[in-house]
């Protein structure tokens, strides 16, 4: 009986170690349809999530798409860009944390949003910083915001794209505004971070944070008095149809990055990863030309939708404030001194 027993358990003994030795083959494969075994990974397809707040059609939007093309013909098919625009995969910050925890996610994440893991890269985002884009994307090529990305990294974010221009927000609401105090009891719906929290209500509305996707809704059942953001994405998501205000406070020039986890990323090849930030970087000039062409229409269009628009005089804003740079204790002491050296050296 020993013996037959014996004999049973190096069978399964054997019988597991063959089972073992084909899955690791199986395993070793590559993506190629001839499943020859001991290909390259030059073979293997790398798909990623592209995730971002925007419509399909604003400039962001059109941004992704030229991206997915220039990215997967340079790449010969390798990289496959999976777009998931209107916050499909769920709000900025939820996706950001995504890409945090590794997630196969690259995602459109403003620098205030990344306050939360590197205090200093929000002052990008800061109210009236800047009198030009030109100025704010010189500061991503300093030695500056090379250290904050060594930071980033830290926290397991890499910047893949750090120069898309957003444009230039703006304020519509139901009612005119033409200075700080006609904001006084307005709900102004803004992205949910510290940065434009504290902005409006120091411009003296009370802050009210909503994902864009849900802006449409939130207005027509008044849950918000309006909101801000450049025109063509006020635009994309028809906040004009409710809200019959334009204000053009510009109170931020907007830049934006496009970020995923360092771990994630360091599991792509890094002729990949060098296609992917190229075709990004292109991308991104591509929108900036379409942004500004269609800023300008898009403000005639406001106009023949009934919208009244308002030039006000920016200087009251200016002076509200002023105080949100006092809000950020943990921002590295003369940030903002800091800034403006490095802009003076441009």
């Known amino acids: 009986m020993r013996k037959f027993l014996k004999v049973k358990l190096s069978f399964f003994a054997i019988l597991l170690l063959v089972i073992t030795v084909a899955c690791s083959s199986e395993t070793g494969t590559s993506n190629s349809e001839s499943g020859e075994e001991g290909s390259s990974d030059k073979d293997k397809t790398y798909s990623i999530n592209i995730a971002f707040g925007n419509q399909p059609d604003e400039p962001i939007g059109k941004l992704a798409s030229k991206w997915k093309e220039l990215a997967e013909e340079k790449s010969d098919g390798r990289l496959e860009l999976k777009l998931y ?5 769920g709000a900025e910050k939820d996706v950001v944390e995504q890409a ?3 997630n196969n996610v690259i995602v459109m994440a403003g620098y205030d949003f990344l306050m939360d893991y590197v205090p200093d890269v929000g002052i990008l985002t800061a109210p009236y910083l800047v009198d030009n884009f030109d100025e704010l994307l010189y500061l991503t090529e300093t030695d500056w915001f090379d250290g904050i990305r060594e930071d ?3 926290e397991n974010i890499e910047i893949i794209n750090a120069t898309t221009v957003y444009g230039e927000r703006q304020l519509l609401t139901n009612e005119k505004v033409t200075s700080p105090e006609d904001l006084k009891g307005m709900k102004i719906r803004v992205p949910d971070n510290q940065m434009s929290i504290k902005t409006f209500d120091a411009m003296g509305a009370a802050a009210t944070p909503y994902p864009l996707g849900e802006l449409y809704t939130a207005l027509q059942q008044g ?3 309006g909101a801000e953001n450049p025109l063509p994405v006020l635009q994309g998501v028809k906040a004009y149809e409710v809200s019959k205000h334009l204000s053009l406070t510009g109170h931020q020039k ?3 990055s496009w970020i995923t986890g360092t771990d994630f990323i360091n599991t792509i090849p890094e002729e990949l990863v060098q296609i992917l930030t190229e075709t990004g970087n292109e991308a991104a000039e591509y929108a900036r030309g379409v942004l500004e062409e269609e800023t300008a229409g898009v403000l005639e269009e406001f106009k023949a939708a009934g919208v009244k628009v308002h030039e006000v005089d920016t200087a009251p804003f200016k002076e509200n404030v002023q105080s949100v740079y006092d809000e950020f204790p943990e ?4 940030l903002y001194d800091k800034i403006q050296e490095l802009l003076k050296d441009r």
């Open 85 to 89: 625009p209107s916050s499909q995969l």
């Open 100 to 102: 945090v925890m590794g």
């Open 152 to 154: 980033l990294r830290k």
């Open 223 to 225: 849950l918000v008095n």
């Open 254 to 256: 907007f830049i934006t």
């Open 331 to 334: 921002w590295t002491p003369g």
